[in-house]
Structures are given as structure tokens and as C-alpha cells.
T-cell receptor, first 114, second 111 residues
Framework: KAGVTQTPRYLIKTRGQQVTLSCSPI?????VSWYQQTPGQGLQFLFE???????NKGNFPGRFSGRQFSNSRSEMNVSTLELGDSALYLCASSLGDTTSSPLHFGNGTRLTVT | QQQVKQSPQSLIVQKGGISIINCAYENTAFDYFPWYQQFPGKGPALLIA?????SEKKEGRFTISFNKSAKQFSLHIMDSQPGDSATYFCAAILTGNQFYFGTGTSLTVIP
């Protein structure tokens, strides 16, 4: 069974630009969530989509948005990039039906904003 | 505001020793507590998890101890091996699949 795939692996952008990250979940998983990982801050929750609907949202500004398609694939968009947006962005999929449904993470997209 | 507080930030243990990582939470509505292990260049992977009605869960060399009254839980790694060197995250989950992660502990096991 294929794991969670995130593309691209690395991105370098300039301040003010926008970026779109992509995530393909494990087949059969209906929940996709996104996390920002930075040193010292751990994993900060961005949002979660379940069956194309945003079910949960973290405390990030509106520049961070996402969506989920009917095949459960998800995209995350960050507009008007800031230097502080440099981070590893992780996507995770799960069945999403109970709290004990484990998250399966991709290997992340490393975003560098210059 | 960090919903789950994790300590220590980093830990160095000799091979064969016991590694202990602690987490604390405030929200009594959390109903599931997993631990994730992350190797460099990889995403985190589920290691072991516990429900709040259980005080201890053991899987191989990994044990979670849970103290509901103190709102604390910890991960114990017995007979630590160099291959256990990784970053460990505790997490707490609310109904509705809301995950809250700790800030992570970087474990180094010295041969």
C-alpha cells in the first residue's frame, strides 16, 4: 500500500510570492491534515479536511488555505509569503473516523522563503 | 498557547539505558494520547498510544505511563539503542480528530 506522497520535496520562494503544496493520501483515507514543523515549535496544526470539508482549523492567518478534492487529494496554499513561513510542511492522512485513527505522515515539503 | 507541554527538549542516553520523555496537558477532554517517532528526513510515525482509562501500556521496549489525576504521561524506552535516536513527539487528541502535539524531544543514544 502506497504511503502519503507530498510534492514537491523542496521549494524556494521569494517574499510576497505564493506557493501551492500537494498531498496524496493513502488510498481509502478520507481525512487529510496539514502541519507546520519548525525547530523549537514542534508540529503546529494548520487544518484538517474530511470528505472535502474543512473540519478543523488551527491558529494560522488567512494567508494559509487548503482544499480537498473528491479523490481525497489535498492542496495547501500560502499567499504573500513571509520569511517566517520557512518550515517543513507535513501532510498526514487517516481514516479520520475515530480519535484512535493513527495519522500517516508524508515526508514533507521543505519551504524556504528568501 | 501550547496545549501539550513536552520535556526535555533534548536527551542523551547511553546504549542500554532508559530514556524518559514527559508530557503534560490541561484539557481533560483529551481522550487519546499517542507518541510519534520521527527520523531525519522522514515524517513522524506512530509509535505507541494510550487511552486515559489505562495507566500503562507496553509494546516491546516502549512503555507509556499515564497519570490521569496529574494530567501527565510519559514515554519510557528500555534498553535504549542507537537506532532509537530520533525526535519523539507526544500528542493529545480531542473528539473530532483535533490533534495537539508537544514540541518534540531529540533523543541521542550513544553507543
Amino acid at each position: 500500500k502506497a504511503g502519503v506522497t507530498q510534492t514537491p520535496r523542496y521549494l524556494i520562494k521569494t517574499r510576497g510570492q505564493q506557493v501551492t503544496l500537494s498531498c496524496s493520501p493513502i488510498s481509502g483515507h478520507r481525512s487529510v491534515s496539514w502541519y507546520q514543523q519548525t525547530p523549537g515549535q514542534g508540529l503546529q496544526f494548520l487544518f484538517e479536511y474530511f470528505s472535502e470539508t474543512q473540519r478543523n482549523k488551527g491558529n494560522f492567518p488567512g494567508r494559509f488555505s487548503g482544499r480537498q478534492f473528491s479523490n481525497s487529494r489535498s492542496e495547501m496554499n500560502v499567499s504573500t509569503l513571509e520569511l517566517g513561513d520557512s518550515a517543513l510542511y507535513l501532510c498526514a492522512s487517516s481514516l479520520g473516523d475515530t480519535t484512535s485513527s493513527p495519522l500517516h505522515f508524508g515526508n514533507g515539503t521543505r519551504l524556504t522563503v528568501t | 498557547q501550547q496545549q501539550v507541554k513536552q520535556s526535555p527538549q533534548s536527551l542523551i542516553v547511553q546504549k542500554g539505558g532508559i530514556s524518559i520523555i514527559n508530557c503534560a496537558y490541561e484539557n481533560t477532554a483529551f481522550d487519546y494520547f499517542p507518541w510519534y517517532q520521527q527520523f531525519p528526513g522522514k515524517g513522524p510515525a506512530l509509535l505507541i498510544a494510550i487511552r486515559p482509562d489505562v495507566s500503562e501500556k507496553k509494546e516491546g521496549r516502549f512503555t507509556i505511563s499515564f497519570n490521569k489525576s496529574a494530567k501527565q504521561f510519559s514515554l519510557h524506552i528500555m534498553d535504549s539503542q542507537p537506532g532509537d535516536s530520533a525526535t519523539y513527539f507526544c500528542a493529545a487528541i480531542l473528539t473530532g480528530n483535533q490533534f495537539y502535539f508537544g514540541t518534540g524531544t531529540s533523543l541521542t543514544v550513544i553507543p
